[in-house]
């Protein structure tokens, strides 16, 4: 039975792009390219988003639009009579699930910074109470679980009007003030005296900087960030391409996506590095740019108490774009494995999600000196590094195989159905490329993030920096 479709494709493209975007674009690309020499980084991450990224969004929209299923049945309608491809079914919904225990969590810090600004509690602050404000937020119990259950409120509340009347109408409204904001936040910030060696830094490529940290560092960091964006392997894109019809082909919608999410990820770039020149802010200061860094920023320019207030709320419609399509997606998982209503799959995976989104909170108080992968690590280093370093490679690596092989799916069906529609076509001269070269440079990432985590000497050694 064909699924509830979309109402316009540009519902479609905001929809997957707002998945694909959330906050690693809007928090970790700016911070990781200040850590990785500006410009050149950012040429080497887009070349491997069309290399890497593009081809595997395009097997996902395939699998699900074949199937008509979520990632919980897809490979249980598409798979050849008695392999086993359904197993990743389970890793698949469990990404999701774990993607959500952390993310609640980190969108409620956005609304929680958010608030602060209009109230202005970081006026008269200087730098280093401004970073002690964030080790008081994340320290503070009851206020973290109290924004996650808001997050987990409304974006199930969003859900459980609907594919058409709630995701794509509310999302549509979301993605739509999020582009706005951030091309105002831009205007302003490459504006300012001072501006232009932030520009600089990170339009005009400096191959000196590929040097200083290492090319083959910066290379894998450039890897990661363009594999690691559109939120490939577990299924989240998968649920969307069964939603799409099939009067538009399904690379040329790839693409769109694509470019939306990447331009997001440029457009935050030109809000954050202009701003740090301006006010001789170091760009590579690393995952405490956001909470850390950009609220100094804002103390020292006119009005910027709600020029930050702005930022906050973009930051936070980036949040909320993903949370709405991952649970989305854990919905359908409910609905295509029981029959179940959407209304009783919204109520028990509303619990279900704030439960599990409790030892995130935790590991920032309560279980504080559980480490789980040493040093100063925490549960929400534990989770990202079970879905980041582990599930979304090896689940893209799945789809790469099944949509390739002829003991999976095969490339006969895959790019009948890719290219089902009008649109730019999946060219067939890629099957060597997409069958055997590209999950060499999966595994490759599936390994680069072991060794950085646990033998990071060694990785040194390897990749320089």
């Known amino acids: 039975m064909e699924r509830e479709k979309f109402s316009s494709r540009l519902g479609f493209l905001l929809i997957s792009a707002g998945c694909a975007i959330g906050i690693g674009n809007v928090w970790r690309f700016p911070y990781i390219t200040g ?38 049945l897809s490979f249980n309608v598409l ?17 999701n699930y ?3 225990m952390f993310y609640t969590t980190v969108g409620g810090w956005m609304l929680t910074y958010f608030v602060k600004m ?19 937020v994340t320290s503070q119990m009851g206020m973290q679980i109290f924004w996650m259950i808001v997050i ?21 409204w979301m993605m739509c003030s999020l582009f706005v904001i951030m091309v105002v936040l831009a205007i302003r910030s490459v504006t300012l005296p001072g501006a ?39 299924g989240a894109m998968a649920i969307f391409g069964s939603y799409i019809g099939r009067d538009r082909s399904l690379m040329g919608e790839s693409v769109s996506i694509t470019i939306l999410d990447t331009l997001v990820a440029l457009i935050a770039g030109l809000i954050i590095f202009p701003a740090c020149s301006a006010y001789s802010v170091n760009p590579g200061e690393g995952p405490g740019l956001v909470f850390v860094t950009l609220p100094n920023v804002f103390n020292h320019m006119a009005g910027g108490r709600w020029w930050g207030a702005l930022f906050f709320i973009f930051m936070s419609f980036a949040a909320l774009s993903t949370i709405v399509a991952v649970f989305e997606n854990i919905l359908s998982f409910a609905i295509d494995l029981t029959g179940c209503s959407r209304k009783k799959a919204v109520a028990c995976n509303l619990v279900a999600i704030i439960l599990l989104s409790l030892p995130c909170v935790l590991g920032f108080t309560a279980w504080t000196g559980f ?24 689940g893209s690596l799945v789809y790469l195989l099944f949509c390739t092989r002829r003991y999976g799916w095969g490339w006969d069906n895959f790019i009948a159905e890719a290219n089902q529609g009008r649109g730019l076509k999946f060219p067939r001269w890629a099957r060597v490329y997409v069958s055997y070269i ?19 000497a060694f990785y040194a050694r390897l990749f320089g920096g």
């Open 196 to 234: 232009v060696e932030g520009l600089k830094f990170y339009l005009v490529p400096d191959f000196g900087r590929m040097v200083e940290n290492g090319i083959g560092n910066t290379i894998f960091a450039a890897l990661g960030q363009a594999f690691f964006t559109l939120s490939l392997g577990i």
């Open 118 to 136: 209009v109230k202005g509690d970081f006026v008269g602050l200087d730098a280093d109470q401004v970073g002690a404000e964030f080790g008081a």
């Open 98 to 100: 774990l993607l959500m």
């Open 438 to 456: 590209l999950p060499v440079i999966v595994l490759l990432v599936f390994v680069q993030g072991y060794l950085s985590k646990f033998f990071p």
């Open 152 to 172: 987990v409120l409304v974006g199930f509340g969003i859900c459980s009007l609907g594919l058409q009347k709630g995701v794509e109408k509310i999302t549509k």
């Open 35 to 72: 850590q990785y020499g500006g410009a050149v980084f950012v040429l080497i991450y887009l070349l491997f988003l069309a290399i890497l990224g593009l081809p595997i969004m395009v097997m996902e929209f395939a699998v699900g639009r074949a199937s008509q299923k979520s990632v919980a």
């Open 79 to 95: 798979e050849p009579k008695g392999s086993k491809w359904h197993i990743y079914r389970w890793f698949g919904m469990a990404g």
């Open 371 to 394: 480490h789980p992968l040493g040093g100063g690590s925490n549960i929400l280093d534990l989770e990202d590094f079970l879905v980041s370093n582990n599930l979304l490679p090896l």
